[in-house]
């Protein structure tokens, strides 16, 4: 490696109304280096990125760019200067083809002629096979995301930013993902590689810095770090993580059986003959891919687009053509995973957001008259006891932060004592002490004999919960296995195993 | 570049601040637009806004207009803090009108306690009636029901303009479209002696009181204002938007077509073909200049009966044309609805703007 850093980043500090996101950040990436920023949600990753990338500015401090003074005042002035970015949410039109995408996303003068013969080429030279041809919307999500990634190549880039890529992808979809990293890396492209997931960061970096709370806090070489003590350098603390303990299970509480729900959103995935158990005590696992049904699974389940009677049970009872209020009565909660504007209404207030879903099981309504007292009452309860940071329950929801938010929605829901709790996400977007807590509460609720569903993306999370585990894939259920009894490389296949053989035929018809 | 920021949480006091700067600014607008038409501005002001608040004539003739403006903008509050737009409340008013006013005069000179409670009963489900054509083709297929109330008000007003042309027209009336003038126990008991001041505004206080209670103790007051904000939220609460939408447009039909009734066996007395003169429009204004809060909506009723009455009186004293009723109203719901951004938003630009830019 050079001498000169590719990037140097010397005290670089933004600050937002009230908050100081970036506090005097210095670092450097030299040519052909994979550099990590570790980070907790917060903990200002996205924002010093943004910077780098030319979206936002620095209040103070300076960035040079192969030893040149850089300071760009837009994205394409950076894209110029042969830095790429792939966000964590795409910019694709569903409309469009590939190339039509790549296309818009490039400075004018790097558009050439024939750029589908060019996107060809690329996309064979990584390892990223893509039809230009093709519209985004018939794309899995794995494959828009190569849209973008190639989409950068096309420029040379000097540095690629990659914003948590990994969180949309099958672990087989992350290996061919890291093989293109490696190989650009080979070739002398830097990577700036953001993300919270420690292991990746330990497989695929060179180097690692750390921030917490907007300060750099640590940079090491993630190879010769462990999991756990990278873990505590981006927390700050000693974690007590939850532990998956040998319950013992009661009957069954929430029955699926041969469930199908056509999606109400055009884009969405339409739910096919999903039939499984929950017991008492236990903690049933769903992991998949972003986008293959689970949140049409939860609003199915929950009661926010009824099916048919016998389809759902709760503790024998048919509930399958009821609302969420009858279900509730029931016995069973949810917890969606759109914290504001579903699981709360963002201009309300704490205590009015009690009201949403706990009116039925805690006396709030009675005889269609509203207690507020008691909802007030109830509201103070959760915050207490979920250590909800707020400077009260008068304040609306959306003034909560994403970690406080969701502890709130899943002590509001919780505390009600639900028999079957049903949870999307339970700590997406939550910092890892809140998780821990939340992890915790749902292994007190499933120790007291409820069944509790938890839907997630993240494997290690479910791993570390629950007592059994099944995967869905385009609207359908695998078999329940018990945790641990499958390889990381059997539920890769599982969640995209689907895709593979189902789909092809599908995604021919679609490209035609 | 003038850009507009949200404000992260708007201070309570400053929604209720709002309505009365709305006031404010719309004066000082009419202050400069009289002394652009070259009349004393403030002579002008003092006579649409203060003279009618000192005798009782006046004072009851502003019972008179806030009545049908308070019952109409207390039944669109509660649609309008769900998200369902029914600005058609003319037609209803107007088909409530029909409705009640073809009771009385089908009981023509039948004497009874029950025929001016039957007519009003008429009149609501009249009101009903006519909302209930938007909330089926809006809940059964999607329809806008802005469109369609809009273009029913329309449908009802000539619809009252035939049936007094023709089957409802007074047959001793020398062929005036009109109709019979209501015999006594088909109009509204008078409030205040010698006045035009009927029972009507009872009911409207009593609506008002109801919907207080309904708003902040009731299940469906909580409802409508969780569909409002967020529909996906009501759905996880449990909530059938549907539902809502029917319910809300039979409250506001209802009301709606009381106050015609209300109107034509009240101050007018018969069926005419100008009895709807816009109240149904005038209390859209109402509801949002009242922040969709019921007392909130009786205020600002007054406020606009308040215009009503100081515009004639302008016509009168002044020799000023009577659009100005009309620009004032407008006035306030522009004023109402700048200032409303400014105090949801931060304004970020170079220079600061003057709270009068925004209307």
């Not at chain 1, 990037?7 to 950040?25: C, E, M, S, W, Y």
């Not at chain 1, 873990?231 to 532990?243: D, K, P, Q, R, S």
Request: proline share 5%; charged share 15%.
């Amino acid at each position: 490696m050079s001498e000169v850093p590719l990037l140097q980043l010397d005290g670089i500090t933004k600050r937002f109304p009230g908050v100081v996101a970036n506090d005097d950040v210095s670092f450097s990436i030299m040519p052909g280096e994979v550099h990590a920023l570790l980070g907790e949600n917060g903990a200002g990753k996205s924002t010093l990125v943004k910077m780098i990338y030319g979206v936002l500015h620095p209040d103070e401090g300076s960035m040079h760019f192969g030893g040149a003074p850089y300071a760009p005042a837009k994205p394409s002035e950076a894209r110029a200067h042969g830095v790429g970015m792939v966000f964590q949410h795409f910019s694709l039109f569903e409309a469009l083809s590939v190339a039509d995408n790549v296309a818009l996303g490039m400075n004018k003068d790097a558009v050439g002629a024939n750029l589908d013969q060019q996107i060809i080429e690329v996309s064979e030279a990584y390892g990223l096979v893509l039809d230009p041809t093709r519209y985004i919307g018939s794309l899995s999500v794995g494959e828009r995301q190569r849209v973008e990634i190639i989409r950068c190549l096309l420029q040379n880039p000097r540095l690629l930013i990659m914003d948590e890529p990994t969180s949309v992808l099958t672990p087989q979809e992350v290996d061919i993902l890291f093989e293109t990293l490696r190989q650009l890396s080979a070739e002398g492209c830097s990577i700036l590689y953001i993300s919270h997931k420690l292991e990746e960061i330990r497989t695929l970096c060179d180097k690692a810095t750390v921030l917490r709370g907007g300060k750099v806090v640590g940079s090491c070489d993630p190879r010769q770090e462990t999991a756990k003590s990278l873990a505590e350098m981006m927390i700050g603390t000693t974690l007590t993580m939850a532990e998956r303990k040998q319950a013992t299970l009661g009957d069954e509480r929430l029955v699926v059986r041969g469930l199908s729900a056509p999606s109400a959103d055009p884009f969405g995935v339409d739910i096919d003959d999903v039939s499984f158990s929950v017991r008492a005590g236990e903690i049933l696992g769903i992991a998949g891919v972003a986008g293959n049904g689970q949140v049409e699974l939860m609003e199915t389940l929950s009661g926010e687009h009824p099916t048919s009677p016998e389809t759902v049970m709760i503790d024998g009872a048919a509930v399958g053509h009821m609302g969420p209020t009858g279900r509730r009565r029931l016995g069973m909660c949810a917890v969606p995973e759109e914290r504001l504007g579903h699981g709360a209404v963002p201009d309300m207030s704490l205590w009015e957001n009690v009201i949403l879903s706990a009116r039925t099981r805690k006396g709030i309504e009675q005889g269609g008259f509203l207690d507020l007292a008691k909802a007030q009452a109830y509201a103070t309860d959760v915050v207490a006891q979920f250590n909800v940071k707020t400077a009260g329950i008068e304040h609306a929801a959306k003034s909560l932060s994403g970690g406080n938010l969701q502890k709130f929605i899943v002590g509001r829901e919780i505390m009600q004592a639900p028999t079957v709790l049903i949870i999307l996400q339970p700590t997406w977007g939550v910092d890892a002490a809140a998780a821990a807590d939340i992890h915790r509460a749902l292994q007190r609720l499933a120790d007291e004999g409820s069944a509790i569903l938890v839907i997630s993306q993240d494997l290690d999370e479910l791993m570390a919960i629950s007592n059994n585990f099944a995967v869905i894939a385009e609207g359908r259920l695998s078999d329940v296995s018990p945790t641990g009894s499958l390889s990381i490389e059997e539920i890769g296949l599982l969640m995209g195993g689907v895709h593979g053989s189902a789909e092809a035929p599908a995604r021919a018809e679609a490209s035609a | 570049m003038i850009r507009l920021e949200p404000r992260k949480e708007v201070s309570k006091h400053l929604l209720y601040l709002t309505p009365v700067m709305a006031v404010a600014v719309t004066i000082a607008l009419g202050l400069v637009m009289f002394a652009a038409l070259g009349k004393d501005p403030f002579r002008a002001i003092a006579i649409i806004f203060y003279e009618p608040l000192t005798d009782l004539f006046t004072i009851s003739e502003m019972i008179v207009k806030a009545t049908p403006l308070i019952l109409i903008g207390i039944g669109l509050s509660f649609g309008f803090r769900a998200g369902v737009w029914n600005i058609g409340a003319e037609g209803q008013f107007t088909f409530g009108a029909l409705s009640g006013g073809a009771v009385a005069l089908a009981l023509y000179q039948v004497e009874g306690f029950w025929v001016l409670p039957l007519m009003c009963l008429a009149g609501i489900l009249g009101g009903m009636a006519w909302a209930a054509i938007p909330a089926f083709l809006r809940t059964r297929f999607n329809a806008n029901e802005i469109l369609v109330t809009l273009m029913l008000t329309y449908v009802a007003v000539l619809l009252l303009s035939v049936l007094v042309h023709g089957p409802l027209k007074d047959p001793e009336g020398l062929n005036f479209p009109e109709s019979r003038l209501f015999h006594e126990a088909a109009t509204m008991p008078i409030l205040i002696a010698e006045t035009r001041a009927h029972v009507g505004f009872i009911v409207a206080l009593v609506a008002v009181a109801v919907a207080w209670v309904v708003l902040s103790r009731h299940i469906f007051g909580y409802q409508v204002k969780v569909m409002g904000q967020s529909p996906k939220a009501a759905a996880y609460g449990g909530f059938v938007e549907k539902r809502v939408v029917w319910i809300s447009l039979m409250i506001s039909g209802g009301l709606a077509g009381l106050a015609g009734t209300f109107e034509a066996a009240g101050p007018v007395g018969q069926l005419v073909p100008a009895l709807p003169v816009g109240y149904g429009f005038t209390a859209i204004i109402v509801a949002f200049l009242g922040r969709l809060n019921p007392i909130g909506i009786l205020l600002a009723g007054f406020v606009m009966a308040l215009t009503y009455i100081g515009g004639e009186g302008a016509q009168i004293s002044m020799n000023l044309p009577s659009a100005v009723t009309g620009v004032f109203q407008g006035m306030f719901l522009f004023t109402l609805l700048g200032i409303d951004v400014l105090a949801r938003y931060r304004v970020r630009m170079a220079r600061r703007l003057p709270a009068e830019k925004g209307s």
